[in-house]
């Protein structure tokens, strides 16, 4: 996996989650990928202060997870001759991406429309927070307000009644950050074939109203968002605690087929046949999907989970347990799959780092080396675009770079 991009090069200008979430993925993939940070470094390096992790030198977790596989460069681009060293990267790079605002990239000149013509061969990739059209697209996106807030998610997706969710930190930014990884992979295969780079454009926003598509065409039919507990598709792909506490998903979208199945592992086969339950038609209809729904709450609060856990798989009913965070990164499944990896940092300690989800030959988990500090490789990188030392030297005296 990480020598299927070998030799393609990146230079990655960003912030935050979702545009450096994309550089992880190429650098998994085997590009060499260079971040550019501000002297005083990129502030997602103190995010965990938002969310009880560390954010020192020997210990920076969250940091880690968008930012393993790179190397870094701490460039001024204030400065005129910071400007210049990031020309002279761009020179013999595959691809340059970017999550700044738009208007700041127009006032450093280094938007799409100022460098298309100075690097005809560089695919540009930009991440926004709502596009780059209409009078909102100038506001900060983050994913709490352009994915989930504009999205639709934060006010529809709790069940009715119950005012917003406590907001999932990242989703939104991961999600984007795949679709650039398509959108970059697209336009490498151009530019291999035709020497020409391209545009590539992904929003916070869009890939919002992407993901919520099932959402958000059959709610122009009168399919109601947000949803009572009582108003599932079908009673029987719902959620229900259980005895002690924990909760069983089910969803079951052959209805016809499974209700009679389902029947036996609750142990009411006398439901099986009664109208009013016996197809997603009838089922369906207001005043019996809510009955039945209250029927199976109560049946699913006499034993506990694993107890449910068995009879669904023995029955051969498509559930799943409904963990919490905690147990995912104890979930044996994901460590047998290659989607969580154990990382060991500076000072010793080890914490699970989860995987990008794209696999290639079987479930071997992706490379996952140490984020880079704040122009840790900054001397190395101006020594391969050319850069002597002397000229070395005079950049890291007039500030216009940083080395670590």
Same mark, same amino acid.
């Given at each position: 996996?990480?020598? !299927?991009?070998?030799?393609?090069?990146?230079?990655?200008?960003?912030?935050?989650?979702?545009?450096?979430?994309?550089?992880?993925?190429?650098?998994?993939?085997?590009?060499?990928?260079?971040?550019?940070?501000?002297?005083?470094?990129?502030?997602?390096?103190?995010?965990?202060?938002?969310?009880?992790?560390?954010?020192?030198? /020997?210990?920076?977790?969250?940091y880690?997870?968008?930012?393993?596989?790179?190397?870094?460069?701490?460039?001024n681009?204030?400065?005129?001759?910071?400007?210049?060293? !990031?020309?002279?990267?761009?020179?013999?790079?595959?691809?340059?991406?970017?999550?700044?605002?738009?208007?700041?990239?127009?006032r450093?000149?280094?938007?799409?429309?100022?460098l298309?013509?100075?690097?005809? &061969?560089?695919?540009?990739?930009?991440?926004?927070?709502?596009?780059?059209?209409?009078?909102?697209?100038?506001?900060?996106?983050?994913d709490?307000?352009?994915?989930?807030?504009?999205?639709?998610?934060?006010?529809?997706?709790? #069940?009715a009644g119950?005012?917003?969710?406590?907001?999932?930190?990242?989703?939104?930014? &991961?999600?984007?950050?795949?679709?650039?990884?398509?959108?970059?992979?697209?336009? !490498?295969? &151009?530019?291999?074939?035709?020497?020409?780079?391209?545009?590539?454009?992904?929003?916070?926003?869009?890939?919002?109203?992407?993901?919520?598509?099932?959402?958000?065409?059959?709610?122009?039919?009168?399919?109601?968002?947000?949803?009572?507990?009582?108003?599932?598709?079908?009673?029987?792909?719902?959620?229900?605690?259980?005895?002690?506490?924990?909760?069983? #998903?089910?969803?079951?979208?052959?209805?016809?087929?499974?209700?009679?199945?389902?029947?036996?592992?609750? /142990?009411? /086969?006398?439901?099986?046949?009664?109208? /009013?339950?016996?197809?997603? !038609?009838?089922?369906?209809?207001?005043?019996?999907?809510?009955i039945?729904?209250?029927?199976?709450?109560?049946?699913?609060?006499?034993?506990?989970?694993?107890?449910?856990?068995?009879?669904?798989?023995? &029955?051969?009913?498509?559930?799943?347990?409904?963990?919490?965070?905690?147990?995912?990164?104890?979930?044996?499944?994901?460590?047998?799959?290659?989607?969580? #990896?154990?990382?060991?940092?500076?000072?010793?300690?080890?914490?699970?780092?989860?995987?990008?989800?794209?696999?290639?030959?079987?479930?071997?988990?992706?490379?996952?080396?140490?984020?880079?500090?704040?122009?840790?490789?900054?001397?190395?990188?101006?020594?391969?675009?050319?850069?002597?030392?002397?000229?070395v030297?005079?950049?890291?005296?007039?500030?216009?770079?940083?080395?670590?």
């Open positions: 996996m990480n020598a !299927l991009l070998k030799g393609i090069k990146v230079v990655e200008l960003s912030t935050y989650a979702a545009a450096p979430a994309v550089g992880r993925i190429l650098a998994s993939m085997g590009a060499d990928v260079v971040k550019i940070e501000p002297p005083t470094g990129d502030p997602y390096r103190w995010f965990g202060k938002n969310v009880n992790s560390p954010t020192s030198d /020997e210990e920076n977790p969250c880690q997870l968008d930012n393993a596989n790179k190397r870094c460069i701490a460039i681009l204030k400065a005129p001759e910071g400007m210049e060293v !990031l020309f002279d990267l761009l020179k013999n790079a595959n691809i340059f991406f970017s999550n700044n605002r738009m208007d700041s990239l127009r450093m000149k280094i938007s799409y429309e100022d298309k013509d100075k690097f005809p &061969h560089l695919i540009y990739g930009h991440i926004s927070g709502y596009g780059l059209e209409g009078e909102d697209s100038v506001l900060p996106g983050f709490m307000t352009a994915f989930w807030a504009r999205g639709g998610g934060l006010a529809d997706f709790p #069940t119950n005012g917003p969710m406590a907001i999932p930190f990242g989703v939104g930014d &991961h999600a984007a950050s795949l679709g650039m990884t398509a959108g970059l992979l697209g336009a !490498l295969n &151009h530019q291999r074939d035709t020497g020409k780079g391209e545009y590539v454009l992904v929003s916070l926003f869009g890939t919002a109203v992407w993901l919520n598509s099932l959402m958000l065409v059959p709610v122009q039919y009168g399919d109601a968002w947000p949803k009572s507990r009582y108003a599932p598709a079908t009673p029987i792909s719902n959620t229900y605690v259980c005895a002690d506490g924990e909760m069983v #998903t089910l969803a079951v979208l052959d209805y016809a087929r499974d209700w009679p199945k389902f029947c036996k592992v609750i /142990e009411r /086969e006398d439901l099986t046949n009664v109208k /009013e339950y016996r197809d997603a !038609l009838e089922v369906r209809k207001p005043e019996n999907n809510e039945l729904v209250k029927i199976l709450i109560d049946i699913f609060k006499t034993r506990d989970r694993v107890y449910w856990l068995k009879r669904l798989k023995d &029955h051969d009913i498509p559930f799943s347990k409904a963990q919490h965070m905690r147990e995912v990164i104890d979930d044996q499944l994901a460590w047998e799959n290659g989607y969580l #990896t154990k990382f060991t940092y500076d000072n010793g300690h080890e914490s699970a780092v989860p995987n990008i989800p794209i696999q290639f030959g079987g479930n071997v988990a992706s490379p996952c080396e140490r984020a880079p500090d704040i122009g840790q490789h900054t001397k190395e990188i101006l020594a391969e675009i050319g850069y002597g030392a002397e000229k030297q005079k950049l890291l005296d007039a500030k216009a770079v940083a080395q670590k």
